[in-house]
């Protein structure tokens, strides 16, 4: 992500000359705006970044606050604290703050005050998935808000097979394939290129698909096996795509918090659709009965709401 990281230099750079200063990351789950946001926080920011969660705690100044799920007003509460020490607020995956009481339209729109009234003392980075952006780009025209709007784009296989070399030399350990034996060049491009396809260059599954694929064999080897896959029918309908696509943007809903969301008609059309998708394992239930769409198969999924439009 050097031409990325760039960019984020030169907003900084502008901020600290009496600029405003907001970036927003954009780009699909498991594209890397996480790692950048981080990378930004310790190349910049050290000690003086705040990542706000909801219904979290975070230390200032040996005081415990504890943060609400109002992103807002939270990040008011932290801006009277903090804003003489020019800190950096993280506000990695801003779906995570919309909710049936907090619609993505109303918290963006007051994000988007916040930073033109504090932008110049503090500096704001936000992460947003790709289609949340196009949708409230369409609303807001957040590439004149924010200083700068990086999209996460794919990576060649190339990248990826850098990644995974990269990932694979921490280990330490001699790659065999299936026969038993050392791993050549040939046979490992070829589940790289596997990797590349499934993943459509989104490093984060790519990393995913290539360790889920190892096991280990021995202190010295470890094994790698066929590259897993999730390949679904087209099972998309206009029930379940609408489910499906609430719990991709609002990533995770109590079933009391979807069933407003969607409406009187939850009990007829949806209930039963939800418990289906349990059953198959494509919808989790937490243990407090919050729903979210499986990690596992969150980009098959997003690949096929895209092809039936739902996203």
């Known amino acids: 992500r050097e031409l990325e990281q760039k960019r984020i230099a030169q907003v900084i750079q502008a901020w600290n000359d009496g600029f405003q200063g907001a970036i927003l990351l954009h780009g699909d789950r498991y594209s890397g705006k996480s790692s950048l946001g981080d990378w930004m926080s310790q190349q910049y920011f050290r000690g003086k970044t705040y990542e706000l969660q909801p219904k979290r705690s975070i230390m200032i100044s040996k005081s415990k606050i504890d943060i609400s799920n109002d992103l807002i007003k939270s990040i008011r509460l932290f801006i009277e604290r903090v804003q003489y020490a020019r800190p950096m607020i993280w506000i990695d995956d801003l779906e995570l703050w919309f909710s049936d009481e907090y619609l993505s339209d109303e918290v963006a729109t007051e994000l988007v005050n916040l930073i033109s009234e504090y932008g110049k003392k503090v500096f704001f980075a936000v992460s947003v998935g790709s289609w949340m952006y196009q949708r409230l780009n369409r609303v807001i025209d957040l590439d004149h808000v924010f200083q700068s709007t990086i999209e996460l784009s794919p990576f060649s296989k190339d990248i990826l097979k850098e990644a995974?070399?990269?990932?694979?030399?921490?280990?330490?350990?001699?790659?065999?394939?299936?026969?038993?034996?050392?791993?050549?060049?040939?046979?490992?491009?070829?589940?790289?290129?596997?990797?590349?396809?499934?993943?459509?260059?989104?490093?984060?599954?790519?990393?995913?698909?290539?360790?889920?694929?190892?096991?280990?064999?021995?202190?010295?080897?470890?094994?790698?096996?066929?590259?897993?896959?999730?390949?679904?029918?087209?099972?998309?309908?206009?029930?379940?795509?609408?489910?499906?696509?609430?719990?991709?943007?609002?990533?995770?809903?109590?079933?009391?918090?979807?069933?407003?969301?969607?409406?009187?008609?939850?009990?007829?059309?949806?209930?039963?659709?939800?418990?289906?998708?349990?059953?198959?394992?494509?919808?989790?239930?937490?243990?407090?009965?919050?729903?979210?769409?499986?990690?596992?198969?969150?980009?098959?999924?997003?690949?096929?709401?895209?092809?039936?439009?739902?996203?």
């Open 164 to 311: 995974i070399l990269l990932r694979h030399g921490a280990s330490h350990k001699t790659l065999i394939g299936k026969d038993g034996q050392e791993l050549v060049k040939i046979e490992f491009d070829k589940y790289v290129s596997q990797i590349a396809r499934q993943s459509n260059g989104n490093i984060g599954h790519a990393l995913q698909l290539w360790v889920n694929s190892i096991n280990y064999k021995d202190d010295q080897h470890v094994q790698i096996e066929e590259v897993m896959t999730y390949k679904f029918p087209d099972f998309i309908t206009s029930d379940n795509g609408i489910l499906l696509s609430t719990l991709l943007i609002y990533r995770r809903l109590s079933e009391e918090e979807l069933q407003s969301l969607l409406g009187p008609s939850y009990d007829d059309r949806y209930s039963n659709e939800v418990a289906r998708l349990v059953g198959y394992g494509i919808i989790r239930k937490a243990y407090n009965g919050t729903l979210s769409i499986n990690e596992r198969v969150v980009p098959a999924i997003t690949m096929a709401l895209r092809q039936n439009r739902f996203i």
